[in-house]
């Protein structure tokens, strides 16, 4: 994808920016318009490369050369904060309203979040009109390729909408005329379109992720995601048969063995994970299914407002006297996610002692002074208080996973990493809800147990054991940082119920139509041609 890019910038610069109404509105004039453009399988790729781009940019925070930008601080943090695993640390003002709960029709990330959305739809729906046009193609597969591709797409900006927001438009035109009618679109509706694009793109996307280029979309990706539409959906029986699918189809398979860039220095198979460059197939990895490209100082990859993972859950430790910034702690995080202690407690008793995902190499809970230049200090431990973890926010247990940093800049705050969006280990605790929610606790047991021999935890043994809490507790275990915790919570019903037995901070704020943000007030503004409600309990 990388050849590309150039013309992928230029071509995202000539496309629409969609508001809340008109986010279907083409008006385009400049020489990369569709007409120019969606004229070739070339065209096609350019397009294609735009939705991966726009996708990429889902938490893109500032800009610099993204295809889409939240222009605010912490959009990735609203979706982690007020539930059961982080409060806020340093409180930017973007994301006071998320951890407080008091976010209201005018919150910036509550409409940036639906225009993202709809510009990712906007885009789909554009190559889909298109390749219906066009009778130039390289290959007489082309145009259901790219139609694959951006039905995929499309399912996966739906995705977030109806975590989001519920039921909302359901648009698969391009609207060629300004419209101020849309209406909302019940959610099983959409969620029935949803399947259908996914089951459209599985047919149609190379089934081999060996003979596609490193990011591409395979049909794998489309059957994961679809395995999680159909627990949307409460369709158990089909969210199993896809996961089950993927986890039979033979290229992909747990990572149990050392692997990658470093895999002779000392750590596990887990951290290995994530490593920089081992997130690709290309690595020896067969636990990716689908990694977005953010890789460092590469064209094609990330910018410094993209992917601030890091950012979020890394401590402020180069603030304490006695320390500096290096790329061996993290680099420069910023302490806006504070993990709960209830989990991540060297004493809570939330991991085994002999998972490795607990071990020091995935989570850091010994620091030392490293600043050469105060002697005194130097080398020496400095230990985690409750005051440097929950007052200062400037030291505590870190996930380093999401450790990076980079000797020629420190400072720096993007991951610049490939980011594993989807991944085998999912894949298993997927069909783990799919059997609980069915009833089937041995088959549930026995998927669970798949990622927790690799992680050389006990084994569960007893039906007993297999609940829906302790599902969602290995998921931390397995994937906090990486899932959206807030659509994991809202899928399963427990948003509620564990934020108020866990979060000290919004615990007792939440309410029942919390599940749910409001609907932009720009949207029901502009829309005055048809009725368009607010959802309950915001005015």
């Excluded at 590309?4 to 508001?19: R, Y």
């Excluded at 410094?304 to 006297?321: G, L, V």
């Excluded at 208080?385 to 999401?402: C, N, S, V």
Aim: charged share 25%; glycine share 8%.
């Amino acid at each position: 994808m990388n050849h590309i890019s150039k013309i992928v910038a230029c071509f995202l610069l000539a496309a629409p920016c969609w508001s809340c109404s008109d986010f279907l509105d083409e008006e385009l004039k400049g020489e990369l318009a569709p007409d120019n453009t969606y004229t070739s399988t070339y065209g096609f790729e350019v397009g294609s490369a735009g939705l991966y781009a726009i996708a990429r940019s889902e938490y893109n925070t500032w800009g610099e050369n993204g295809a889409f930008m939240h222009n605010g601080a912490c959009p990735y943090e609203a979706l982690q904060i007020s539930t059961d695993i982080a409060t806020m640390g340093t409180k930017d003002g973007s994301i006071q309203p998320f951890g407080y709960l008091t976010m209201t029709s005018n919150t910036g990330f509550v409409e940036s979040f639906w225009k993202w959305a709809y510009s990712l739809i906007g885009a789909a729906n554009e190559i889909l009109e298109y390749s219906e046009k066009n009778t130039n193609w390289n290959s007489p597969n082309d145009k259901l390729l790219f139609q694959a591709e951006a039905r995929f797409f499309r399912a996966y900006a739906y995705r977030t909408l109806v975590y989001l927001y519920g039921d909302v438009p359901y648009v698969e035109t391009v609207e060629d005329k300004f419209r101020i009618d849309f209406t909302r679109t019940p959610k099983k509706e959409v969620l029935d379109k949803m399947i259908a694009d996914l089951k459209f793109a599985m047919q149609n996307l190379p089934s081999d992720p060996d003979k596609v280029q490193v990011g591409k979309l395979t049909t794998w990706a489309a059957e994961h995601l679809l395995s999680e539409v159909y627990l949307m959906a409460g369709d158990y029986v089909n969210a199993e048969t896809c996961a089950e699918d993927v986890i039979d189809c033979g290229y992909f398979s747990l990572m149990k063995e050392r692997f990658g860039a470093k895999a002779k220095d000392k750590g596990d198979v887990y951290s290995d994970l994530f490593v920089e460059n081992n997130q690709n197939r290309t690595s020896g990895n067969r636990e990716s299914i689908w990694v977005m490209q953010f890789e460092y100082q590469t064209t094609g990859g990330g910018t410094n407002s993209d992917d601030w993972t890091r950012r979020a859950w890394e401590p402020k430790y180069f603030e304490i006297p006695g320390f500096v910034l290096a790329d061996s702690l993290g680099g420069r995080g910023l302490s806006q996610l504070i993990p709960m202690k209830w989990w991540i407690g060297e004493d809570a008793g939330f991991f085994e002692t002999a998972d490795i995902r607990n071990s020091e190499y995935n989570i850091k809970r010994r620091w030392y002074y490293n600043d050469e230049k105060k002697p005194e200090t130097y080398g020496k431990p400095c230990p985690i208080t409750d005051e440097t973890w929950f007052t200062y926010y400037r030291l505590y247990p870190a996930l380093t996973k999401f450790f990076y940093g980079k000797e020629d800049n420190l400072s720096l705050t993007g991951s610049y990493r490939d980011r594993m969006k989807f991944r085998l280990a999912e894949t298993y605790l997927y069909l783990c809800e799919a059997r609980l929610m069915k009833g089937d606790l041995p088959g549930a047991r026995d998927a669970i147990n798949n990622v927790r021999r690799r992680a050389h935890a006990s084994e569960l043994t007893d039906d007993s054991q297999m609940t829906l809490d302790f599902l969602l507790d290995e998921r931390i275990r397995e994937l906090v940082g990486e899932e959206s915790r807030r659509f994991t919570l809202c899928r399963t019903g427990k948003l509620v119920e564990r934020t108020r037995k866990y979060n000290e901070e919004s615990g007792d704020a939440i309410r029942d139509y919390h599940v749910l943000w409001p609907i932009p007030q720009s949207m029901i503004d502009s829309n005055v041609g048809a009725e368009f409600p607010q959802n309950e309990g915001y005015k």
